[in-house]
């Protein structure tokens, strides 16, 4: 397994949820890590990227701007997205994934940039 995602789980809305994802050292070292969501019958939806170079700003799709927070643990090759006042739409599978591009137009990303995925873990939001 080259991305591990963890963390899912079923919470309230309004409530918290960090969410990581590990990866092997040669998809972490110069790849830009993402998170994406899935329901079923719809597609996979961008939430968040963070590149390898620290120069270079997050992207947050618009409905999770100022609630969910991307960061990268370059020691430990760790990935984590932190949800906080979660809401029902916010339920989906969520996915990590690593690439060798990084949209420094903050555009959404797309499932196709990216080259490695994760298992996904489920995250269910009551109201």
């Known amino acids: 397994v080259q991305l591990q995602a963890s963390g899912g789980g079923q919470v309230q809305a309004g409530d918290s949820l960090r969410l990581s994802c590990a990866a092997v050292a040669r998809i972490f070292s110069g790849y830009a890590l993402g998170w994406f969501r899935q329901v079923p019958g719809k597609e996979r939806e961008f939430v968040a990227a963070?590149?390898?170079?620290?120069?270079?700003?997050?992207i947050y799709t618009n409905s999770v701007k100022g609630r969910f927070t991307i960061s990268r643990d370059n020691t430990n090759r760790m990935v984590y997205l932190q949800m906080n006042s979660l809401k029902p739409e916010d339920t989906a599978v969520y996915y990590c994934?690593?690439?060798?591009?990084?949209?420094?137009?903050?555009?959404?990303?797309?499932?196709?940039?990216?080259?490695?995925w994760g298992q996904g873990t489920q995250v269910t939001v009551s109201s």
């Open positions: 963070i590149s390898w170079s620290s120069t270079d700003s997050p």
């Open positions: 994934a690593a690439g060798s591009t990084f949209n420094t137009n903050h555009q959404d990303m797309k499932p196709h940039d990216f080259d490695y």
